[in-house]
């Protein structure tokens, strides 16, 4: 399965799809960023792969 | 070589004391149980640490560990979110682990003997993935790893009825950057996870060479109370405790304790150890404090006696009752009834609490 993921630019923390996904747009999850991070931070491949097997990446 | 700790999960075996954190903070020994995995990796010559934080206790975690720097070595967090399987945890950390070989660490796991010679084992071949096996009485219960006369592992099997082995896989791994590839090939279990032990089959199936190094100390999986009581006590045993607080004339010590310089056993107090007792923590006349029990800080304890016990801290102990095998959350504060009337014990007892009356 492949595993995407998004690095915020600002602060280093690694973010998983499937978390930017659930909330389309977020404050970064590093403590203290500011950054704002969104699902459309990804690659266009990636987002479209994601959303074709969207199902997988639930529980 | 770098480390990636998983700590992620819900800790629902731990509530309610994971109601309000995660459960890789719980105290073993009055050290949260992440800060061994940090420590172990450190130990074993790695500071560039991947912190895999799930949806519970990412503030928390970030607080206390910060960048590292505070222990030697350099953190990146991973938020992985939903627990999809531990190999999805290990391939949200692809971009972080690069081209270099990893460490694998469960981050509520502690184990005696720490990963140096499991990194060390892995380094002497040129193989896809190393993995810690420990011998297990039950081994039907259990991961099994078959191995070779040369200690290479042949087959992974999930809880087999027939055990070739008694080798139980214990949660401890190093992984190649093929390990990636075999991620990428995976579908999820019949519980919707990720499999570690299939991405490892699959490393098998495509040739590489599988490592297997036993540990022979003890390893302990914290997931339960009972298990933080197990692992606080197997910690006493074998740390080097200093006594840095204040003993008053009159308080009677015995066996290994740990006391911190801000503490206090008072005149009439009692402390047999192995324990530990945090900062800021006044332990007065008329308290007994038995083996195996650690006492975090910012408490009080008075008349109680207790033993082979973890308090987590900013509590009030006050009765005269006995506490024994028991893990008490932090803020909660034990008092006597003696005075009440009608007759009775008084509880404000959270969701999921355990209690034995």
């Known amino acids: ?59 | 070589m770098k480390g990636v700790v998983l700590s992620g999960g819900t800790g629902s075996r731990l509530r309610p004391i994971t109601h309000t954190g995660p459960k890789q903070l719980v105290p073993v020994a009055n050290k949260p149980v992440l800060e061994y995995a940090i420590e172990d990796l450190k130990e074993a010559g790695i500071t560039e640490i991947g912190v895999i934080l799930g949806n519970k206790g990412r503030d928390e975690i970030q607080e206390l560990f910060g960048d590292g720097s505070e222990y030697g070595v350099d953190i990146t967090y991973i938020v992985q979110g939903n627990p999809l399987g531990l190999a999805h945890a290990a391939g949200c950390a692809k971009d972080f682990v690069g081209d270099d070989d990893f460490v694998m660490y469960l981050g509520d796991n502690i184990l005696k003997s720490g990963v140096t010679e499991l990194v060390k084992s892995f380094e002497t071949g040129n193989y896809g993935a190393g993995i810690a096996l420990q011998e297990v009485d039950d081994p039907q219960a259990f991961g099994i790893a078959d191995v070779d006369n040369e200690g290479n592992v042949t087959e992974l099997i999930e809880k087999p009825d027939e055990p070739p082995t008694n080798l139980a896989l214990i949660g401890m791994y190093v992984f190649s950057p093929a390990v990636f590839d075999a991620i990428d090939e995976l579908e999820p279990s019949w519980r919707g996870e990720l499999e570690i032990t299939d991405a490892i089959q699959d490393l098998l199936e495509d040739g590489y060479e599988i490592d297997s190094h036993i540990v022979t100390g003890w390893w302990k999986d914290t997931g339960k109370p009972q298990d933080i009581l197990e692992a606080n006590r197997l910690v006493l045993e074998d740390t080097e405790l200093n006594t840095a607080g204040v003993v008053e004339d009159g308080a009677q010590t015995d066996g290994c304790i740990e006391l911190a310089d801000s503490s206090v056993i008072e005149d009439g107090a009692v402390v047999r150890g192995p324990v530990s007792i945090a900062e800021n923590t006044t332990i007065k006349s008329g308290a007994y404090v038995g083996p195996y029990t650690s006492i975090g800080a910012n408490s009080t304890l008075e008349d109680i006696h207790i033993e082979n016990s973890v308090v987590i801290g900013d509590s009030e102990i006050t009765t005269n009752g006995r506490i024994v095998d028991s893990l008490l959350g932090r803020n909660a504060n034990v008092g006597s009834a003696d005075e009440l009337l009608p007759e009775g014990r008084r509880l404000v007892v959270g969701e999921n609490s355990q209690l034995k009356l």
């Open chain 1, 1 to 59: 399965m492949r595993i995407i993921t998004h690095t915020c630019p600002a602060c280093g923390t690694v973010v998983a799809a499937n978390q930017l996904e659930d909330s389309r747009v977020m404050k970064c999850p590093g403590l203290g960023c500011q950054e704002v991070v969104r699902f459309e931070d990804l690659p266009e491949d990636a987002r479209e792969h994601f959303l074709e097997n969207r199902d997988r990446y639930q529980i």
